[in-house]
C-alpha cells in the first residue's frame, strides 16, 4: 500500500496545483490580517465567523475537492487507473492509500494559512487551536466525500461544487434535520465551542462534530473500496 501511496501522492502534488490551491488560503490570510488592523472589529467573534465563512464553507471543501476527486477521478477518466486495478492488492488498500494521498496534499494547503489567518485576528491560541482542529476534521470528512465522487462520476468538480454550494451552503442550513447531514455544521460547532466564539454556531455537540465528519470519510472509503470491486475500468 506504501507504493500506491506514493505514486497517487507524486500524481497529486504537482507544482502549478499546490501553488494554485495555497493562492486560495492566502485569501483568508488577507482578510485575517485587515480584521487584526480593524479598529472596529471584535477579534474573536469576527476571526471565528471569518475561518466559518471562508475557511470552512470554501476554503477546505473546495481544495479537498481539487485533490480528492482528481486522485482516482483522474486515472479513471484518462484509463490508466486499470494498471492500478489489476495490481494485486485489496481493494481498500487502494481506495485507502488515494485517499491518505489526498489528505496528505490538503491538510496542510488548508490548516496552514487558516491557522495563520486566525493568528492574525488577533482572537488568540484558543481561536488558532480551534480553527486548525475544525479544518483538519472537515479534510478528512471531505476527503473520504470526493475521494469516492471522483471514482463514481465523470467530471466530478461540478458535481462537487453544486454540493458545497447547494446542499452544504442552503439546504442544509435550512433545517435541524439537514445539518446533522452537513460537514461544514459540524466543523463550525467544533470551531466555536474550542475558540469559545458566537454561541449561534454551536450546532453540535462536541463529540458529535468531531465524530460525524470522520465517520462520513470513512464510510465513503468504503463505499469507494466497493466501487473499485464492482466497476469494470478495462
Known sequence: ????????????????????????????????WAIGMSD???????????VANLGLA??????????????????????????????????????????????????????VPLAIAAALTGG?????????????IAVVGYGGLFTWLGLRIKRAMPWGLAYILVWEGFIARAGDGTEALSIRSHTVSVLSRLADGPRSMWESTMS?????????GLVAI???SRRLQLQDVA
Open 1 to 32: 500500500m506504501s507504493t500506491l501511496y506514493r505514486l497517487f501522492l507524486s500524481n497529486l502534488a504537482s507544482r502549478g496545483r499546490v501553488v494554485g490551491l495555497l493562492a486560495l488560503g492566502m485569501l483568508a490570510v488577507v482578510v485575517g
Open 40 to 50: 472596529t472589529a471584535d477579534p474573536l467573534d469576527d476571526g471565528t465567523t471569518m
Open 58 to 111: 470554501l476554503i477546505a471543501p473546495v481544495v479537498t475537492l481539487v485533490l480528492s476527486s482528481a486522485v482516482l477521478g483522474d486515472p479513471n477518466e484518462d484509463g490508466t487507473l486499470v494498471y492500478l486495478w489489476l495490481r494485486p492488492v485489496a481493494r481498500w488498500q487502494l481506495a485507502t492509500a488515494a485517499t491518505a494521498a489526498a489528505l496528505t496534499v490538503a491538510l496542510p494547503i488548508v490548516v
Open 124 to 136: 488568540g491560541g484558543e481561536l488558532v487551536t480551534g480553527t486548525m482542529a475544525a479544518c483538519a
Open 208 to 216: 458529535t462534530g468531531v465524530l460525524v465528519p470522520v465517520l462520513a
Open 222 to 224: 468504503y463505499f469507494t
